[in-house]
């Protein structure tokens, strides 16, 4: 059973700070990899997506590497902004095809302060 | 584009009563659509797995008498939590992905749902 973990599950860094959120998973086969952005009380955004054969993505500030045989990913924020703020989540989809479950971990919450 | 709306964004019921969720694809047509559950600081967890016309999947673990879902057309599902108890109350998130791009799954902004 894929399990997905994120570490720290709390993160509090001044205005401007680089940071980096990471994420574990236990199966290694997955078909892709995604980073999420939720604030309170609302859906999720979709913010980058790696597919199992690509190393990392980038999208102005963020970039998202995966490492899958050691079944990890690394989220890095760049110049962090107050209103990067959010629940950071990272799902993973196992096989192609007609799966498209997502298993999620359970977020990091972010806050940055002026 | 690709806007997945819910409604009501909120709602409060009495124990005992049933709820109607409505997901909406308002710019393409989702040939599948995901309700998730959320508990405060918890993972999104997936309940079901539904097809345009086809009866919905039920993820181990989920009532699916509980919790009926109908997607009777490319733009609407809903999830009905039928004899609600406090227990249920929860934040339920619907997604969709459409035939042109089943990579992503296009989130909705969620319900808060709260059973006295």
């Known amino acids: 059973k894929q399990e997905v973990t994120q570490i720290p599950a709390a993160l509090s860094v001044p205005e401007g700070e680089n940071l980096v959120l990471n994420c574990s998973f236990t199966?290694?086969?997955?078909?892709?990899l995604q980073w999420f952005r939720q604030d309170p009380g609302k859906g999720l955004t979709s913010l980058l997506l790696i597919q199992s054969s690509q190393r990392e993505q980038t999208s102005g500030r963020l970039n998202a590497s995966l490492d899958k045989s050691s079944g990890r990913s690394t989220l890095y924020i760049a110049a962090s902004q107050p209103g990067d703020s959010a629940t950071y989540l990272c799902a993973v989809r196992l096989s192609g095809g007609s799966n498209y479950k997502l298993t999620f971990g359970k977020g990091t919450l972010l806050t940055v302060n002026p | 584009g690709a806007v997945v709306s819910q409604h009501p964004s909120w709602v409060i019921c009495k124990s005992g009563t049933s709820v109607k969720i409505e997901c909406r694809s308002l710019?393409?047509?989702?040939?599948?659509m995901f309700w998730y559950r959320q508990f405060p600081k918890q993972s999104l967890m997936l309940m079901a797995t539904s097809n345009e016309g086809s009866k919905a999947t039920y993820e181990q673990g989920v009532e699916k008498d509980k919790f009926l879902i109908n997607h009777a057309s490319l733009t609407l599902s809903t999830l009905t939590v039928t004899s609600a108890h406090p227990e249920d109350s929860s934040f339920y998130i619907c997604s969709a992905t459409s035939a042109a791009s089943t990579d992503t799954q296009y989130f909705g902004p969620g319900t808060r749902l709260t059973v006295l």
């Open positions: 710019d393409f047509q989702a040939t599948t």
């Open positions: 199966d290694s086969a997955i078909y892709n």
